[in-house]
């Protein structure tokens, strides 16, 4: 098992940028895909960047060119980078884990149903 905790969340106008970090601990020995998702107001929750245990990404292409996916492995941290901020990206964003073949750790094929580890969100506005 491992615990997640997200941190870096607030406002920010248009344009702007945040980092979004996520605290991993637990059982970091396994190898995990993991990724960011977020919900909008109303809407479902969907992933937008995830990295699998070789490093390997895959970005929505609603943050394609905006938003990067990083992680320390010495530090057990997760990142967010997120730039250009719309204010669509308004939402609470979820660092999640989920022990899945690599192959599947893409944002095309892996959904929040194969993640079986989840923060409890932080909060992004932009305006």
């Known amino acids: 098992h491992v615990q997640l905790v997200e941190s870096g969340g607030g406002s920010v106008q248009a344009g702007g940028s945040l980092r979004l970090s996520c605290a991993v601990s637990?059982?970091?020995?396994?190898?995990?895909?993991m990724g960011w998702f977020r919900q909008g107001s109303g809407k479902e929750r969907e992933g937008i960047v995830y990295?699998?245990?070789?490093?390997?990404?895959s970005v929505a292409d609603s943050v394609k060119g905006r938003f990067t996916i990083s992680k320390d492995n010495a530090k057990n941290i997760l990142y967010l980078q997120m730039n250009s901020l719309l204010p669509e990206d308004t939402a609470k964003y979820y660092c999640?884990?989920?022990?899945?073949?690599?192959?599947?750790?893409?944002?095309?094929?892996?959904?929040?149903?194969?993640?079986?580890?989840w923060g409890r969100g932080t909060q992004v506005t932009v305006s």
């Open positions: 990295i699998d245990s070789d490093g390997v990404t």
């Open positions: 999640a884990a989920g022990r899945m073949n690599p192959r599947y750790c893409n944002v095309g094929v892996a959904r929040t149903g194969n993640f079986g580890y």
């Open positions: 637990g059982d970091t020995s396994k190898s995990y895909c």
